[in-house]
């Protein structure tokens, strides 16, 4: 059981980075759907660069330079040139799905080399890895993970705690009142654009350098569209963002777990099943109606001070 | 004050706002010029050859528009959608469940005549991709949820469950063990006119109906002003749910009828892979042109000219198809941002700009 929910652990971390990257853009009043691209763009460049110079550092410079610039192109357009958030979006999966299958079209199947393998190997964390039954599902991960956790950490406080923060949410529940609060709001827009971007960036790498340790074509799969989905469901808090990945980490490793238990159910059915449970979560979430949980107010507004 | 200063054109003449579009398209070829020539291939060949690939010769020409043809019924569909600020971007398992609907038909019913057989399985997609945006519009318009996650969702669970169809129940006897649902009789497939299918009759009437609908019916009017504002749209006493329900089911319903025209005419048989990523592509077209279906007609015949010339050099140039992906989102991203220079006048204050020289 452990073991499953271990795994479990290792399966949300993608979606994890992914959710949160877009939880911190949303908060400042952007909707972008351009996950899935961003971090096809992090995974291929993270792999290509981590294999190229087996250093581990490249390899997650390039995953955050690479969701970094990604998003940029599209803060560039929605904020500064007001194009619709939606269509921007989606084209920016188009270009990042286009852009990782050509670079990475003579990686697939080459396996990450050793120095990174070891690097992110898994390490029993001294007192936290002995706790009974939370130890070995939380704390004898890869360093990939340890970091997830701290950026759930940071996040929160950063999101909550701070006046960074606060000025954030500012922004996204209404630009024009932030404003004229003196906040500079195209500066704090692009800023967690371009964060956010760069951790659905993190969140592709560790798909290529950890969980598959390869690269393959279309490795993502969804899962950047998931998290976008996850961000209702966790009613942008990063908190939340952890539990639901770690739920649809484990429904998405379910159908594996059933066949080698000897229990026979089609693939095809438990392939459906984060899909189905997404819509579930998303009509449940959309009844309760406490404040805390309602998106920006501001939210894929674009705004236009000389229009104010 | 500052030297450049942004304000909102007031009405903008027809001319200039094409000449614009013209030369944000231009700047992308230009663009994406470079782009190509960063990756190692000679755009003043790609580019010339992607265009001769696409309408070189009549039977290239025809690969076009029979990428045009899903292309524009889908957009069409999707426009239906937007012009009420519902987001659909299910097109993909709308267009899957319209196929599969359309698959029920020409598998199971027998004996009737060709014409009869064609309009049922038309019938059975359009309820079937209608079906499939009811149910995202109906908790839209019940409860609020939001429609862009849940179309999406839709998207993978249509696929997943055709897929599950294509290897088990679906699974031809005579296919020796490959994954493949039997191929439609004759009777399932639509005829021919000048050498292509007739979906394009077909999507050239959705075109002028769909644009008779928006403009000049009370339903199409009560859906834009639905999407102008839901609050002007209580006030003159609309029955928003209705209007949500309706236009979505049109939406789905159109998507479904691309599902009917690609099992029957292109693949003639249900696969899963058949909505080839025209559910997604059509957002764009139908945002390109502006909600409008006129020029939905354009715009997807240019998109469909980029789609084959992409395809085209695959073959003549061994290039892989994601750089016709990369340069297809560099197009878009230059056209999208051109989109701000239609609504916004850039000022550059000339005296402010003297003043800061001279000190």
């Known amino acids: ?308 | 004050m500052n030297i450049i200063s942004i304000s909102k054109r007031e009405d903008l003449p027809q001319k200039k706002e094409w000449l614009i579009r013209a030369l944000a398209v231009a700047l992308s070829i230009v663009c994406a010029g470079l782009v190509i020539r960063i990756l190692g291939y000679n755009p003043l060949q790609v580019i010339p050859s992607m265009v001769s690939g696409a309408v070189g010769t009549e039977i290239r020409l025809q690969q076009t528009i029979l990428k045009a043809i899903p292309l524009v019924v889908t957009s069409l569909g999707i426009l239906v959608a937007f012009k009420m600020k519902f987001w659909n971007i299910g097109g993909e398992g709308q267009i899957i469940m319209g196929a599969l609907g359309a698959s029920y038909v020409a598998l199971n019913i027998e004996g009737l005549p060709k014409f009869a057989t064609l309009i049922l399985m038309m019938i059975a997609a359009m309820i079937l991709g209608g079906f499939w945006a009811f149910i995202p519009a109906f908790f839209k318009a019940k409860m609020g949820v939001n429609e862009t996650i849940f179309t999406l969702m839709l998207n993978y669970i249509a696929i997943k469950f055709v897929t599950y169809l294509q290897y088990g129940p679906w699974k031809s006897p005579d296919s020796q063990g490959f994954p493949k649902v039997a191929t439609f009789s004759n009777n399932a497939i639509l005829p021919k006119l000048f050498g292509i299918h007739i979906g394009w009759i077909i999507a050239l009437v959705l075109v002028v109906l769909v644009h008779l609908f928006i403009n000049h019916t009370k339903k199409g009017y009560e859906i834009t002003v639905v999407g102008e504002s839901q609050e002007t749209a209580r006030y003159a006493g609309m029955n928003i749910s209705q209007i949500i329900i309706v236009a979505t089911l049109i939406s789905g319903g159109l998507c479904g009828l691309t599902g009917m025209i690609q099992a029957s005419a292109v693949e003639k048989t249900l696969s899963a892979t058949l909505s080839g990523g025209y559910g997604f592509t059509a957002i764009i077209t139908a945002w390109f042109a502006r909600l409008n279906a006129i020029a939905v007609l354009f715009v997807c015949i240019a998109f469909a000219i980029l789609l084959q010339g992409g395809a085209y050099i695959q073959i003549s140039m061994q290039i892989p198809a994601s750089v016709a992906d990369m340069i297809q989102g560099i197009i878009l991203f230059f056209v999208l941002g051109s989109e701000f220079f239609l609504q916004y006048r850039v000022n550059i204050n000339r005296k402010r700009l003297n003043a800061k020289e001279v000190a």
């Open chain 1, 1 to 308: 059981m452990d073991g499953f929910l271990a795994a479990a652990i290792v399966a949300s971390m993608p979606m994890m980075f992914a959710t949160i990257g877009e939880i911190i853009t949303e908060k400042s009043g952007l909707l972008n759907l351009g996950v899935e691209g961003l971090m096809l763009m992090g995974g291929i460049m993270g792999f290509v660069l981590g294999y190229e110079t087996g250093n581990p550092w490249m390899a997650i410079l390039g995953a955050i330079l690479a969701g970094g610039v990604g998003s940029l192109v599209y803060a560039i357009l929605t904020i500064s040139l007001r194009a619709n958030q939606v269509v921007t979006g989606l084209t920016l999966t188009i270009f990042g799905a286009g852009f990782a299958s050509f670079v990475g079209k003579t990686y697939v199947g080459l396996v990450v080399p050793p120095a990174l393998k070891e690097f992110f190997a898994r390490i029993h964390l001294p007192i936290l890895g002995d706790i009974p039954f939370l130890g070995p599902i939380f704390f004898r991960q890869d360093p990939f993970i340890y970091f997830g956790y701290l950026v759930v950490l940071v996040s929160s406080i950063y999101l909550y705690r701070t006046r960074f923060g606060l000025n954030l949410k500012a922004v996204g529940e209404s630009a024009a009142s932030a404003d004229a609060s003196g906040i500079n709001v195209t500066l704090y827009k692009y800023l967690h654009t371009c964060i956010g971007g760069a951790l659905c960036g993190l969140g592709g790498a560790y798909m290529s350098l950890v969980m598959m340790s390869s690269w393959q074509e279309n490795i993502v799969a969804g899962r950047g569209w998931i998290a976008v989905a996850l961000v209702i469901f966790a009613s942008w808090n990063p908190v939340k963002a952890m539990i639901g990945s770690f739920l649809f980490g484990g429904l998405s490793i379910l159908g594996f777990r059933l066949q080698s238990m000897g229990i026979n159910i089609s693939q095809y059915w438990v392939d459906m099943l984060p899909y189905a449970a997404t819509i579930l979560i998303i009509i449940l979430s959309s009844r309760k109606n406490k404040k805390e949980n309602q998106p920006p107010a501001d939210l894929s507004n674009p705004y236009f001070r000389e229009e104010r």
